[in-house]
């Protein structure tokens, strides 16, 4: 399962950032394999171990072929 993450935290973003692309995620934070539980787990244990204050973060499943079929259909 894909899945794509977002998160607001008011410090030490670009180290958040690379720890996620050290994780697999790329760099609009997909990742290929990982289910929205575990994208929000990851944000949560580097936030936990960077010490950094984390606001919010949603995950959801991604589908490209969804996402293509939606693009299309709207030209």
């Not at 794509?4 to 692309?21: F, G, M, N, P, S």
């Not at 949560?44 to 973060?57: D, P, R, S, T, V």
């Amino acid at each position: 399962m894909a899945s794509i993450v977002t998160y607001d935290v008011w410090e030490k973003h670009i180290e958040l950032r690379k720890a996620l692309l050290d994780l697999g995620y790329s760099s609009t934070l997909y990742h290929a394999t990982k289910s929205p539980e575990e994208a929000i787990i990851d944000v949560e244990n580097i936030c936990k171990a960077l010490q950094i204050g984390l606001a919010q973060c949603v995950a959801t499943k991604l589908n490209f072929k969804n996402c293509y079929e939606y693009v299309t259909s709207k030209l």
